[in-house]
């Protein structure tokens, strides 16, 4: 069982989640249930799902939350793209969050390969055992 905390991923993806909170605060008011709940659940759900497979047993469960991380992730860029289309965010807060939803994509995928490599080791491991 590992300490989400101490992951780097969980700081950038919360800190992501805080900051489009923030400013997903300015959307129009009837896009509360819309694209502004929407884009606020897909990049929660990111930190969440680090969280809860931190707290399983086994890296193969590890493993399983962060391909989920992953898929909430290119939601995510998907929402952002269209508040940015929408006019819903500014140029420059596009730029800027979407640099952080790619460096948070490429630590999703550099974790899984490396806990699908440990998995690899511990299979090898149990087959000459």
């Known amino acids: 069982m590992r300490n989400y905390r101490d992951l780097q991923v969980w700081s950038k993806s919360y800190a992501l989640?805080?900051?489009l909170y923030r400013l997903s605060r300015t959307f129009p008011r009837?896009?509360?249930y819309g694209i502004t709940s929407q884009m606020r659940r897909a990049a929660v759900s990111i930190g969440a799902n680090l969280g809860e497979g931190c707290g399983r047993r086994t890296n193969a469960e590890m493993a399983r939350f962060v391909r989920i991380a992953m898929g909430s992730?290119?939601?995510?860029?998907?929402?952002?793209?269209?508040c940015k289309d929408l006019g819903f965010l500014q140029d420059e807060d596009d730029k800027?969050?979407?640099?952080?939803?790619i460096e948070i994509r490429k630590m999703?995928?550099?974790?899984?390969e490396g806990i699908e490599n440990e998995l690899g080791v511990q299979a090898k491991a149990a087959a000459k055992g």
């Not at 800027?96 to 939803?101: I, K, N, P, T």
């Open 108 to 112: 999703l995928g550099a974790l899984l």
């Open 30 to 32: 009837e896009e509360i």
């Open 17 to 19: 989640s805080l900051e």
């Open 73 to 82: 992730a290119s939601e995510l860029d998907h929402h952002l793209l269209l």
């Open 96 to 101: 800027r969050e979407s640099r952080q939803l």
